[in-house]
């Protein structure tokens, strides 16, 4: 018999016998804080079938971490049956566009193809260039501060979270600093694709915005080939393996991808991790008092407010999980990677923020092939925006509650109102 959960709050309701769950992920009281419910689902049943979706979920921690790597399943099931086989619709050509992009995009491939890809990208994505920037993005966030330091107040997502991240991946990728208005525009409304069931309106703009993106790249591209520099793209383009290179649609959905993967996820983590830091009443001068303390304060911020939630895998093949789940070739399932990282098989009180826990890492930026290629960047981002932040505004505090977005996928605030 379906119970409520008895922590009052949660909107989850769960049938542990079934293992069946119904959430309504529009529901306020999950998506503002989602934390109680995976706390409910990790004492009730940490792999349930969700019912709205319709698949099997697992937030455990180690389950996670295994089917991340498990190369039974994967991001795509296309190189492996047919549209007809697996009882798929046609591609909708008022998504061709959209489509086009996804087709070359790492996020999109699975092996061989993601292989040869990704060693490409790496090449020319090396720690070294990310290391170099560290100056340039210090300078970039102070900055910014001076704008607003003497007006008291700030809404910080706006001013700040969103500007950082921007920037910095137009800076690495050559794209002129004054496109970073439109590159946010095309991103905002393609990433909107990344939900359970986008409206047709979702889709239709994100077309749109595809469309737009691609020709100004292309665009692009074709200038730094005629005119290279020590940038992300020349690299790119010039990047070789035994022979291979990025082919101009590849390069083009790659650059689309670092685009909108280089400041979506980082702009949500930087104002999930300042409301969390002033929420629990951290002291920021401890938080931040050396390189080791902020290299531990940001991985405790990426465990404890971690801005992508869900990622979705297709099983490969038929496959018996150990646990009793049967799934057939191309069944979906979800992997709560924002879950695992409150497993409190894993971590101990969960669900409080305390740095320095030393209880082994995150899974805010995946596992196996898929890893965060850009996880140095983002980090580097954190690191240097976060404690400067807190060192030029001592005073700084919350100046009303963080609204979150109802958008559980990209789990970010509305807005971030900050006073000092
Ligand atoms: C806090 C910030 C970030 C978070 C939490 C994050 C998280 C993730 C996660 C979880 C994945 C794996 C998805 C999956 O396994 O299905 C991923 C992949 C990826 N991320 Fe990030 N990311 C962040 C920042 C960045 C940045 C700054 C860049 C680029 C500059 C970037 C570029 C990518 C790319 C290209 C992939 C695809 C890799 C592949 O498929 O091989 N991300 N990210």
Known sequence: MPTATPSA??????????????????????????????????????TFFW????????????????????????????HVATREELGLPDPTPHLADFDRLEHHSLLELEPPAHTRLRTLVNRAFVSRHVEALRPEIAALCHRL??????????????????????????????????????????????????????????????????AEFDAYLRSIIAWKRDNPADDLLTHMITSEKDGERLTEDELVSTAVLLLNAGHEATVHQL?????????????????????????????????????????????LSDIELEDGISLKKG?????????????????????????????????????????????????????????ILFERLPAMRLAGTPVFKDSYHFHGLERLDLAW
């Open 9 to 46: 709050p949660s909107p989850v309701i769960i049938d542990a016998v079934t293992r069946h769950v119904r959430l309504d992920i529009h529901d306020p009281a999950f998506y503002r804080d989602p934390l109680p419910t995976y706390a409910a689902l990790h004492a009730a049943c940490p």
């Open 271 to 315: 104002g999930n991790a300042v409301a969390a830091i002033l929420q629990t009443g951290a002291d920021p001068a401890a938080l931040f008092a050396d390189d080791a303390a902020t290299e531990r304060t940001v991985e405790e911020c990426m465990r404890y407010a971690a801005p992508l939630h869900i990622f979705q895998r297709h099983a």
């Open 51 to 78: 019912e709205e979706p319709g698949q099997w979920f697992f937030t455990g921690y180690d389950q996670v971490n295994a089917l991340l790597r498990d190369r039974r399943f994967g991001r795509q099931i296309l």
């Open 145 to 210: 501060i001076d704008g607003f330091k003497n007006d008291g107040s700030v809404e910080l997502l706006k001013t700040y979270a969103e500007i950082v991240p921007v920037t910095v991946i137009a800076r690495m990728l050559g794209v002129p600093l004054d496109m970073a208005p439109s590159l946010l525009d095309w991103s905002h409304r393609m990433v909107k694709m990344y939900v359970f069931n986008p409206s047709l309106e979702t889709e239709h703009d994100a077309n749109r915005a595809s």
């Open 331 to 387: 069944d979906r399932i979800g992997l709560m990677l924002a879950a695992a990282n409150v497993d409190p098989r894993r971590f101990s009180d969960p669900s409080i923020f305390r740095p320095g826990r030393n209880e082994g890492p995150h899974l805010s930026f995946g596992a196996g092939i898929h890893f965060c290629i850009g996880a140095p960047l983002a980090r580097l981002e954190l690191k240097l925006s976060l404690p």
